[in-house]
């Protein structure tokens, strides 16, 4: 299956440019903080479809599980800088909620993904270990 048809990687590329959506109706005038909140959360929600490809471009446990552990990093992130930007009421609330509450379904699928993976398929090296 190619990676654009991957339910999750769908799932990213909505996230970011719902998020890219949001920003740009952001005051950009402000300084400081918010324009930090800004740039994390581009670059965040940007993250997670790259990280989903590079997860899919190479089938080794490792390297997904890998890249699932900085997805869910940057996802965990990104839900963070969503809720301090309707705290600090940088955009309407229902627009920030509504990014949520699509960040949450974007965990589901993460979930289902990552039970994908084939622990069989890895390669044992220097650094190798079992959890």
Request: net charge neutral.
């Amino acid at each position: 299956m190619k990676i654009c048809h991957l339910p999750i990687y769908q799932k990213a590329k909505e996230i970011e440019d719902l998020t890219e959506a949001l920003v740009s109706s952001f005051d950009k005038t402000k300084n400081g903080r918010e324009k930090e909140i800004y740039k994390k959360l581009i670059s965040h929600s940007k993250k997670l479809s790259r990280k989903i490809a590079a997860a899919e471009g190479g089938d080794l446990y490792s390297l997904r599980i890998s890249n699932a552990l900085q997805i869910r990093n940057f996802a965990r992130e990104l839900q963070t800088m969503l809720n301090l930007s309707a705290a600090l009421k940088l955009a309407h609330k229902d627009y920030i909620v509504f990014i949520i509450k699509e960040v949450e379904c974007f965990r589901e699928l993460f979930l289902d993904w990552v039970s994908t993976f084939d622990k069989t398929n890895d390669v044992h090296d220097d650094w190798y270990f079992e959890v």
